[in-house]
């Protein structure tokens, strides 16, 4: 059930923004130029996607790792529930539809001549140039935190050697120690997904580690999903998962952290010494996007109807560094970001009005063995507080406390399908279901 309901979804969000792809006569006489940075959710849906519908167009994209490991959905396996290889796919799919994949760093980017430098000093020129780097991190926003630390005191917010670093910290861990998760104000990639770990983590520790907690520093009062992940830790892990939310008296944003003896430091003063320190630093853009003019401050500004550049003609950003108002910065948000991106190139590149984008996210969230909780809601241009423009949510949707047992499970198995699906989509590669993965003995109450 919980595959077909994803299913569903998917196919909600794909109707709303795929409807410019379809039905399309061929593409002008003369070959177009479409150059992608950045190959997780948004860009290599974008690559894939123009490809599929306008064969003759020639795309290229550019991403420095030659196998992509999400982050998305790697809290399942810092929590011990699948398997790491889940987590990492090849490009070979996108290649096979004629997509272009160059295996390098993209170093700058000239809007005025559109062209691309990369780190192997080759150019690339383009037409359209679609920029989604995914984040970077503010290293100096907390003292003793750097890129170095993070290999001791992992952030586990890329996929990869991250992920595995935390999941090895929390194995080798001594039963009794404290795990300290640090969160950062908003915005930030995937925003409920520090309580997800929470409770992943929480469970794991429940089986192997009973004498160890979990800490929640949190620079925010309040967070994503808040009401149903309260539920969930006083129901699952009272005596395992210490929450401590910011407010005008008591400041729980970490300000200062030592990797020799695992001391963290909040703004209030508070010290705890952590065997496991899960430091998640504030974010920005990915670094090309603002070395290259593209942000205002940390982050880039979009034409919410079509995910074009508020700051150069030609360029979209999208993903985890553009500023998409209420629309989260999750996979399933750049992954339909990208969908209508491609159906707004090509309509460009054919000389027809594009339709206004229209968007969908849903962000699921594991909370412990059979029990899952999720967000979602549509998005389209409108207008926000202040007659701003920006993205207007509609059908928003949100997991309760007190939902059954049943809808909490049909919640659960959408989790394990959603992830299968999305890469299925985003890669152009068939990937069975997850729960063939999941380890068998982790799943206890």
Known sequence: MGLDLTRREFGAGLALAM??????????????????????????TVAGALKSSIPALEVTLIEPQSQYTSC?????????????????????????????????????????????????????DYDRLVVAPGIDFKWDAIEGYSEEVAQTMPHAWRGGDQSYALRKRLETMEDGGTVVIAVPKMPYR???????????????????????????????????????????????????????LSNDIDDFTVTRVDPGDG????????????????????????AIAVQSGLADG????????????????????????????DMPKSAF?????????????????????????????????????????KIGADYAAGVLA???TGLVPSNAFVSKPGESQQVRKIVYDETFAWYPTLITQIFKKEMVGVPAAIKSGNLKR
Request: hydrophobic fraction near 40%; include cysteine.
């Open 19 to 44: 409807s410019g792809l379809l039905a399309r006569p061929a593409l002008a006489r003369g070959q177009a130029k479409v150059v992608v940075i950045g190959g997780g959710a948004g860009g290599a």
């Open 72 to 124: 998305f959905f790697s809290n399942p396996y810092i929590g011990g529930l699948i398997n790491r290889d889940v987590l990492t796919h090849g490009y070979a799919g996108l290649t096979h539809l004629g997509v272009k994949v160059v295996h390098d760093r993209a170093d700058a980017i000239d809007t005025n001549k559109k062209t691309v430098t990369l780190r192997n000093k080759s150019i690339l």
């Open 190 to 244: 995937c925003p409920p997904g520090p309580y997800e770990r929470a409770c992943l983590i929480a469970n794991y520790l429940q089986q192997a580690k009973p004498k160890s907690k979990v800490i929640i520093l949190d620079a925010k009062l309040t967070f994503s999903k808040q009401a149903a992940f309260l539920e969930a830790f006083e129901h699952y892990y009272k005596d395992i998962i210490e929450l401590n």
């Open 263 to 286: 001391a963290i430091q909040t703004k209030a003063g508070l010290t705890i010494k952590a065997a496991v320190g899960n430091i998640i630093p504030p974010q920005t853009a990915g």
């Open 298 to 325: 940390d982050w880039c500004p979009i034409e919410p109807d079509s995910f074009q550049s508020a700051k150069a003609p030609g360029v979209y950003v999208l993903g985890d560094s553009a500023i998409a108002a």
């Open 333 to 373: 948000s750049a992954h339909s970001q990208g969908l209508g991106v491609a159906a707004h190139i090509a309509a460009e590149l054919e000389a027809r009005r594009p339709d206004p984008g229209r968007y969908r996210n849903t962000c699921w969230s594991i909370v412990a063995p059979d029990d899952a909780i």
């Open 386 to 388: 202040g007659n701003k």
